[in-house]
């Protein structure tokens, strides 16, 4: 059964870092599948923040994170990882992790079939 699960999410000040990490298992098609990281704020509804391409390590990126966030995948132990920099307080939310196979790289979340928990991301002084 495939399983996603993220973490790595916390309180950071304004202007912080945070590394969130995707970990899959269960997954027989990672090499090939698109991985992508979505948030939700409160009363908000969902958004894709970045996605990578499992064939072609593409990469793509939300117009207001790009430069400040770097998504990477660690295939040795089937990990996805987003790198938060220069973080503000609009990007608190629940930060989710995805998979899916047959779309190539979108940001789009009804697209994804499958999902993790979510891990809470919070910038605040």
């Known amino acids: 059964q495939l399983r996603l699960v993220e973490s790595g999410g916390g309180l950071v000040q304004p202007g912080g870092s945070l590394k969130l990490s995707c970990e899959t298992s269960?997954?027989?098609?990672?090499?090939?599948?698109?991985i992508g990281w979505f948030r939700q704020a409160p009363g908000k509804e969902r958004e894709g923040v970045s996605c990578i391409s499992g064939r072609s390590g593409f990469t793509k990126y939300l117009d207001t994170v790009e430069g400040r966030f770097t998504i990477s995948k660690d295939n040795a132990k089937n990990t996805v990882y987003l790198q938060m920099d220069n973080l503000r307080p609009e990007d608190t939310g629940v930060y989710y992790c995805a998979t899916g196979r047959g779309f190539g790289l979108t940001l789009r979340p009804n697209v994804y079939g499958y999902w993790g928990q979510g891990t809470q991301v919070t910038v605040s002084s």
């Open positions: 269960g997954f027989n098609y990672y090499d090939e599948a698109v």
